[in-house]
């Protein structure tokens, strides 16, 4: 199929099937797709991935992307401030509050733990996560995925919690081994959270 994109079709078929979960008949699709686009709905989706690009940052408190110091989640009241939910990346925070089972705060670490990668402790938010464990957390629920490497940075962050006196839980049956979260349907999470196990 590559041998018909060539010149600038090929040039954006190939950028689009270097995105994650892209193939490349999706990326032919979305190609042929956004040359269809009226130039006014082209420039507002340039303009909002720009956008999202230069202004989206870190949370503050959670590490969750925002365009605020404080994320919304970090900022509403109403949630659960004793219990905090520990994922990997910026998008398993949307995928637990699909749930519809949570209602505390949140960490994100954006990664785990992988040596072979290079990716030791220090390239993840857990300094971060360590400052925010007070005497009002009563939970942290290690919601990472079901992987070796995974289930590895869970058993480290609950060691280096264990001296604060905090419950540090981890999802219970229902993420298959080596599954990864993001692909967990809402019922499946329902279960695993509810089945939490402690560490």
């Known amino acids: 199929m590559a041998e018909y994109h060539v010149g600038l079709l090929g040039?954006?078929?190939d950028k689009l099937n270097s995105l994650p979960g892209i193939g490349p008949r999706t990326a032919q699709r979305?190609?042929?797709h956004i040359l269809r686009m009226p130039?006014?709905?082209?420039e507002a989706l340039l303009k909002t991935i720009g956008d999202a690009h230069k202004n989206l940052r870190e949370c503050s408190?959670?590490?969750n992307l925002t365009d605020r110091e404080v994320c919304h989640l970090c900022a509403d009241e109403g949630r659960d401030s004793s219990l905090i939910c520990v994922v990997e990346e910026p998008k398993d925070v949307n995928v637990v509050e699909r749930s519809g089972e949570f209602s505390g705060l949140y960490h994100v670490l954006h990664g785990r733990l992988s040596p072979l990668n290079g990716v030791g402790p220090d390239d993840l938010r857990i300094k971060?996560?360590?400052?925010r464990i007070t005497p009002q957390v009563r939970e942290v629920i290690m919601a990472t995925n079901a992987t070796t490497e995974s289930e590895?940075?869970?058993?480290?962050?609950a060691k280096?919690?264990?001296?604060f006196g905090v419950l540090v839980t981890r999802l219970g049956v229902g993420i298959p081994s080596g599954g990864e979260l993001e692909y967990a349907d809402?019922?499946?999470l329902k279960m695993a959270l509810e089945g939490r196990i402690q560490l």
């Open 30 to 32: 979305l190609a042929y």
């Open 160 to 163: 280096l919690l264990k001296p």
């Open 186 to 188: 809402e019922y499946t």
């Open 128 to 131: 971060e996560l360590i400052a």
């Open 61 to 63: 408190v959670c590490r």
């Open 152 to 157: 590895a940075t869970a058993l480290y962050i």
């Open 11 to 13: 040039a954006l078929v």
């Open 39 to 42: 130039d006014s709905q082209l």
